[in-house]
T-cell receptor, first 120, second 108 residues
């Protein structure tokens, strides 16, 4: 089955120690997203890739970086995790057409199972 | 920007009961999604429903775009239906605007 895969499902890291979370997809979607979700809250968009074009949300801390080496894979790098970065990290994908006048975000987003990050 | 409100915030039901969850949005949209987040944190797509009615087993959803609301119906609830139900609509630039969610607890 086509799907969005995230590894690892659970990650424990030490305060200040860099960590990388990975996401892969077999849906061949051109857009990939990273969300952060803290307990009892809705997911918060960190950034997204439209093909190779990187789009950062204005309030995403510089501590968070992302890489998309190819269509299938996307990585979230946290350079110096703090206690406040403990959260569920969700990867999502969508297929967005490249049409003049098209309203972005109109198409269904598919989510991976998430990686729960603990910072000690 | 678009505001999304969900009601009720919490719902506790006995197994077998039916329920209706509501999502109101403040502006016209061309997409609306319903998600179920299970107790393990996994976010599961339920419906992509910009307008009209869709059904999937015991779940169905209706979006009335002209009146800016969507309803999620759960019939014959099971304990596995427990979790948080989110609706989300797009703003510009790929941003999904999420409701605060409805936390559903189904008691055996």
């Amino acid at each position: 089955d086509a799907m969005v895969i995230q590894n690892p499902r659970y990650q424990v890291t030490q305060f200040g120690k860099p960590v990388t979370l990975s996401c892969s997809q077999t849906l061949n979607h051109n857009v990939m997203y990273w969300y952060q979700q803290k307990s009892s809250q809705a997911p918060k968009l960190l950034f997204h890739y439209y093909d190779k074009d990187f789009n950062n949300e204005a309030d995403t801390p510089d501590n968070f970086q992302s890489r998309r080496p190819n269509t299938s894979f996307c990585f979230l790098d946290i350079r110096s995790p703090g206690l406040g970065d403990a959260a569920m990290y969700l990867c999502a994908t969508s297929r967005e057409p490249q049409l003049a006048g098209f309203v972005a975000g109109s198409y269904e987003q598919y989510f991976g199972p998430g990686t729960r990050l603990t910072v000690t | 920007g678009i505001q999304v409100e969900q009601s009720p915030p919490d719902l506790i039901l006995q197994e077998g009961a039916n329920s209706t969850l509501r999502c109101n949005f403040s502006d016209s949209v061309n997409n609306l999604q319903w998600f179920h987040q299970n107790p393990w944190g996994q976010l599961i797509n339920l419906f992509y429903i910009p307008s009209g009615t869709k059904q999937n087993g015991r779940l169905s959803a209706t979006t009335v775009a002209t009146e800016r609301y969507s309803l999620l119906y759960i019939s014959s609830s099971q304990t596995t239906d427990s979790g948080v139900y989110f609706c989300a609509v797009p703003d510009s630039n790929y941003q999904l605007i999420w409701g605060a969610g409805t936390k559903l607890i189904i008691k055996p």
